[in-house]
T-cell receptor, first 110, second 116 residues
Framework: SQQGEEDPQALSIQEGENATMNCSYKTSINNLQWYRQNSGRGLVHLILIRSNEREKHSGRLRVTLDTSKKSSSLLITASRAADTASYFCATAALGNQFYFGTGTSLTVIP | DAMVIQNPRYQVTQFGKPVTLSCSQTLNHNVMYWYQQKSSQAPKLLFHYYDKDFNNEADTPDNFQSRRPNTSFCFLDIRSPGLGDAAMYLC???????????????FGPGTRLLVL
């Protein structure tokens, strides 16, 4: 399966700390995307990184991509209680395949 | 604001009774997707429309069908819901310039389906 594996499955941190979550995948990709999902709601797109990019920033978010290791990481700096959500990576692979990873549940304690 | 709208937000149906979920978009995107998401799991793609072309995922049960009468609307029909079909159903859209890869998807709030 192309489905990404995310690590850790659950993460609990104090407000103000940084949160790092990782995504690994199995086959070559065109791009990798990160989404956030608040409980019982739809997904919100956070950032897209293409296979020829190594790092991208958006506000407090920093995403890295290592295609040689088939892995990506999402760093949320200076976390806030409002960042509490599930975070999913999604890979867009050759042949129009698009899969979500298993997700990381982040809890930010005020 | 441009957005993806799903109605209803909650749907209760009876075992075996056909049900239709609806999705509309004001983004004028050419691709629309339907995902099934069960509790604490990743969204699973059921099918998508690229313009008018319907693309079914290989493991999507025949019980699930879809219609896209125009660019703005897309429907998910579950012909005979079973207890295992209780889930959140997510609609998403994207603007694709080619068929080679997937771009950013914009999701609706989802419809939670309960099967009694």
């Amino acid at each position: 399966s192309q489905q990404g594996e995310e690590d850790p499955q659950a993460l609990s941190i104090q407000e103000g700390e940084n949160a790092t979550m990782n995504c690994s995948y199995k086959t070559s990709i065109n791009n990798l995307q990160w989404y956030r999902q608040n409980s019982g709601r739809g997904l919100v797109h956070l950032i897209l990184i293409r296979s020829n990019e190594r790092e991208k920033h958006s506000g407090r978010l920093r995403v890295t991509l290592d295609t040689s290791k088939k892995s990506s990481s999402l760093l949320i700096t200076a976390s806030r209680a409002a960042d509490t959500a599930s975070y999913f990576c999604a890979t867009a692979a050759l042949g129009n395949q698009f899969y979500f990873g298993t997700g990381t549940s982040l809890t930010v304690i005020p | 604001d441009a957005m993806v709208i799903q109605n209803p937000r909650y749907q209760v149906t009876q075992f075996g009774k056909p049900v239709t979920l609806s999705c509309s978009q004001t983004l004028n995107h050419n691709v629309m997707y339907w995902y099934q998401q069960k509790s604490s799991q990743a969204p699973k793609l059921l099918f998508h429309y690229y313009d008018k072309d319907f693309n079914n995922e290989a493991d999507t049960p025949d019980n699930f069908q879809s219609r896209r009468p125009n660019t703005s609307f897309c429907f998910l029909d579950i012909r005979s819901p079973g207890l295992g079909d209780a889930a959140m159903y997510l609609c998403a859209t994207s603007r694709e310039l080619g068929r080679a890869f997937r771009e950013t998807q914009y999701f609706g709030p989802g419809t939670r389906l309960l099967v009694l």
